[in-house]
């Protein structure tokens, strides 16, 4: 008897990744190169997949999207986080996304089908940051879910809308080796999100003034003209998307993600230090951000940045 179409439900995690400037990195390699590349990572993904007991693989190309029976959350984020590494290997970048829940699970013309709303919050989770690739997310449910070394990875990122889901608690899962550099970290706790305390952000540029409020987006500084808070700057340094900055557990966190660099001061100090590239550092209560090359190199203060955490 045939199972075209017929669908079971079962309690599943759902992984989706997907490499990051796919079309770009065509026009620079050819579509034969490009491919090669793309479909090498996509094949190491799902083999690591399955060895954690993934089944259900799909791909369209240069996503995956891979199921795990009986709910096993961990195994969804020991293989997000083994594909992330995997990927900064070979010089590639992956958006991350999973979550737990029921599943429907089928076959339609010959192909495996998930279908349900554990799947369409992974595909919202995976791109929640469509300009900034090399996160993981997931939600706080399914941070509590962990083991506890996992839920040492975890790092709050707010309360956000997921189009057509409702609102989420999320996290991220901090992915990159300790042996890398320095790495911000927040030990995950079931303490509801609530009470922590919430600040405002204040950046300044060039008389202009931006306020960042604790339950927005992420906010994204660089010279293009789309960014919260554009920078211009006639030598390119700056990128044009340079500096991501969220909220988190009551803090305020920036990441680097630019091509030349950017460098803090704190306020008092005369010290000055860069940013680890793609890290998440903690701003402390005030000091100034240099972006795209160190504070002597821009004396006329263009590329700098003031910001402000601000008290409740």
């Known amino acids: 008897m045939s199972t075209e179409g017929l669908f079971e439900t079962r309690h599943c995690a759902v992984l989706i990744?997907?490499?990051?400037?796919?079309?770009?990195?065509?026009?620079?390699?050819?579509d034969a190169a490009?491919?090669?590349?793309?479909r090498n990572l996509l094949d190491a993904i799902a083999d690591i997949a399955r060895k954690r007991g993934g089944t259900f693989i799909q791909s369209s190309g240069d996503d995956v999207l891979v199921v795990f029976e009986q709910g096993a959350?961990?195994?969804?984020?020991?293989?997000?986080?083994d594909a992330q590494r995997l990927a900064q290997r070979v010089g590639l970048q992956l958006y991350a996304g999973l979550h737990a829940g029921p599943v429907e699970l089928g076959h339609?013309?010959?192909?495996?089908?998930?279908?349900g709303q554990t799947v369409n919050i992974?595909?919202?989770l995976h791109k929640l940051i469509e300009d900034v690739p090399g996160q993981i997310f997931l939600t706080e449910t399914s941070v509590q879910a962990l083991p506890r070394e996992l839920r040492g990875l975890a790092m709050r990122y707010g309360e956000r809308m997921l189009k057509g889901v409702g609102a989420h608690h999320i996290c991220t899962l901090e992915w990159r080796e300790a042996t890398e550099g320095p790495v911000e970290r927040t030990l995950f706790s079931t303490t509801a999100m609530q009470a922590w305390p919430q600040r405002k952000l204040l950046l300044r540029h060039g008389g202009r003034e931006l306020l960042l409020e604790p339950d927005e987006k992420s906010s994204i500084v660089g010279r293009a003209p789309d960014c919260a808070l554009p920078v211009p700057d006639p030598l390119t340094r700056i990128s044009s998307k340079h500096l991501l900055l969220q909220?988190?557990?009551?803090h305020w966190l920036?990441?680097?993600?630019?091509?030349?660099?950017?460098?803090?001061?704190?306020?008092?100090?005369?010290?000055?230090v860069q940013l680890p590239y793609c890290h998440k550092a903690t701003l402390p209560a005030a000091g100034a951000l240099c972006l795209g090359r160190p504070f002597a190199d821009d004396p006329e203060r263009h590329c700098i940045l003031e910001f402000e955490v601000l008290a409740e």
Do not use: K
């Open 122 to 124: 992974a595909a919202r």
């Open 17 to 30: 990744v997907d490499i990051a400037g796919t079309a770009a990195l065509r026009t620079e390699f050819g």
């Open 73 to 81: 959350i961990d195994a969804a984020a020991r293989t997000a986080v």
């Open 34 to 38: 490009a491919g090669r590349r793309i």
């Open 108 to 115: 339609s013309m010959g192909q495996p089908v998930t279908l």
């Open 254 to 272: 920036a990441q680097d993600i630019s091509r030349n660099g950017t460098w803090i001061m704190e306020r008092g100090s005369t010290a000055e």
């Open 247 to 250: 909220s988190a557990a009551g």
